[in-house]
């Protein structure tokens, strides 16, 4: 009876998260970053939901998932499970971008028994960043760079006048418009539907020195780590220092990309990824 009751209480406790769910087969939870949603997955959902079912929630405080209060990293856990549970998932593959990422990590050594596989997108368990200060120029071009491509995604002129010498210089290399065409669809509302509490929800977990490398070894099952080689914001260090940390990985570093290179590369990165899926076919089995 105590079991039962506090199964009751976590899921009284979890915010109901809007879901994006497409296709059939193997589930497969798809964790955005931040900022973020499960919109701006679409580079991975529309290509793996044409085997799998992807299962791709805003999270607490993102995108149609509003916080009703301050929350704790610690509380998208609470959600995630509630979210496995309601869609009667047993066991999945989970992907994750940069926060989600680490999220993903955090489900496998919580849930080990749910969780059959990690793909780990710009992440790491011990998140080291060599982003330069960001000063108002920055912030200023960003704003206009954005403006503009959102009513004219991939824009030459945009790109060289203002995208090149905003923030974007930083979260991508290759300026080429399919990048730019992401940018426009997916991260400028993502990022204006990222809530305070979410951002300082990250930051207090930041402040912390989040540093989970010692745990990995209890993560057994197959991880696929890929990586930008001039992420800023997560290094490929960090990234490779966590491929190092898990048991059963495959470590990938993509060069001249940052911290959005499935937006600079999707065709390569989804490549990789079904080839990772067709060497490990036992992360796709739910038992």
């Known amino acids: ?79 995630l499970e509630a979210v496995l ?50 000063t108002w120029q920055d912030n200023f071009y960003t704003g206009l760079a954005s403006m503009i491509n959102r009513l004219s995604p991939g824009w030459q002129w945009n790109i060289e006048a203002f995208g090149k010498r905003s923030l974007y210089r930083y979260l991508i290399q290759q300026h080429t418009a399919i990048a730019y065409q992401y940018l426009a669809d997916e991260a400028l509302i993502a990022y204006l539907r990222t809530s305070r509490e979410a951002t300082q929800a990250l930051t207090v977990a930041l402040r912390k020195d989040y540093n989970r490398l010692a745990d990995l070894a209890q993560i057994t099952c197959p991880s696929l780590v890929l990586a930008g080689a001039e992420d800023r914001h997560i290094t490929a260090q960090s990234s490779w220092e966590t491929a190092q940390h898990l048991q059963n990985s495959q470590w990938h570093c993509y060069p001249n990309t940052a911290h959005l290179f499935p937006w600079e590369i999707p065709d390569q990165v989804v490549k990789d990824i079904d080839r990772w899926l067709a060497l490990h076919p036992e992360v796709m089995k739910s038992n």
């Open 1 to 79: 009876m105590q079991s039962q009751n506090s199964s009751f209480d976590r899921a009284a406790q979890a915010a109901r998260l809007h879901v994006q769910s497409q296709g059939k087969g193997f589930p497969i939870l798809c964790l955005h970053g931040h900022p973020g949603s499960g919109s701006s997955l679409s580079v991975f959902t529309n290509h793996l939901s044409q085997r799998f079912q992807t299962i791709a929630p805003d999270l607490r405080g993102y995108g149609n998932s509003p916080a009703q209060q301050a929350f704790q990293m610690e509380d998208h856990l609470l959600d």
């Open 85 to 134: 549970d309601r869609y009667q998932v047993s066991r999945c593959l989970v992907l994750g971008w940069s926060l989600g990422g680490i999220l993903a990590m955090e489900l496998a050594l919580k849930f080990p028994q749910r969780v059959s596989g990690l793909i780990l997108v710009a992440t790491a368990a011990r998140p080291r960043g060599s982003h330069p200060p960001i």
